[in-house]
């Protein structure tokens, strides 16, 4: 697409904080024809094992979540507030029964085997590197448990490598 630039991890303007929690983002897994994706607002980046990583985390019952573990990359999209009725659909609707691009009007783009959408104004590229599932014995703060997760059907987490970052070229 020629409407995007390269740009490395460390360079993106916006607060991780910012657009993770208060942005929101879609997370996606699969190719063409056989891909899903959510919105989420927990996660973030960071520094580990010397590469820029992401860490997301999936519900087992999520769509979604057969897709990252099917495939070994993700994308991570973020967007402009105009879209946030967009990701509030593909946050409150299940793969399962809907086409979510069909439905919100988001534009999914394939390149070498992964999925983002067009109307994106950051993309990270991330290779999976390491998953494993929340577990309640693990948590310090033991009222997480009852507070989040009162039926302890804990997350996956997963740590993607970002090995690409696209920007959207403002005009």
């Known amino acids: 697409m020629?409407?995007?630039?390269?740009?490395?991890?460390?360079d993106i303007e916006n607060n991780v904080f910012k657009a993770v929690g208060d942005g929101w983002m879609l997370i996606t897994a699969g190719e063409k024809?056989?891909?899903?994706?959510?919105?989420?607002?927990?996660?973030?980046?960071?520094i580990?094992?010397?590469?820029?990583v992401s860490?997301?985390?999936?519900?087992?019952?999520?769509?979604?979540?057969?897709?990252?573990e099917k495939y070994g990359k993700y994308t991570l999209t973020f967007f402009?507030?105009?879209?946030?009725?967009?990701?509030?659909?593909?946050?409150?609707?299940s793969g399962r029964d809907h086409d979510k691009a069909k439905e919100t009007g988001l534009t999914p783009?394939?390149?070498?085997?992964?999925?983002?959408?067009a109307e994106a104004s950051l993309v990270l590229f991330c290779e999976k590197k390491y998953c494993d599932d929340l577990k309640?014995?693990?948590?310090a703060d033991k009222s997480i448990p009852g507070k989040f997760y009162p039926s302890s059907d804990f997350h996956r987490m997963y740590i993607g490598?970002?090995?690409?970052?696209?920007?959207k070229q403002t005009e």
């Open 55 to 68: 860490f997301i985390f999936v519900l087992p019952q999520r769509y979604t979540y057969n897709f990252t």
């Open 80 to 93: 402009d507030e105009k879209y946030r009725d967009a990701l509030a659909f593909c946050g409150s609707h």
């Open 136 to 139: 309640g014995e693990n948590f």
């Open 2 to 10: 020629t409407d995007f630039i390269a740009v490395k991890p460390e």
């Open 109 to 117: 783009v394939f390149e070498d085997g992964w999925t983002y959408f």
């Open 48 to 52: 580990l094992w010397n590469d820029p």
């Open 33 to 46: 024809g056989d891909f899903n994706t959510m919105t989420a607002s927990w996660g973030g980046m960071g």
């Open 161 to 167: 490598k970002i090995t690409k970052c696209l920007k």
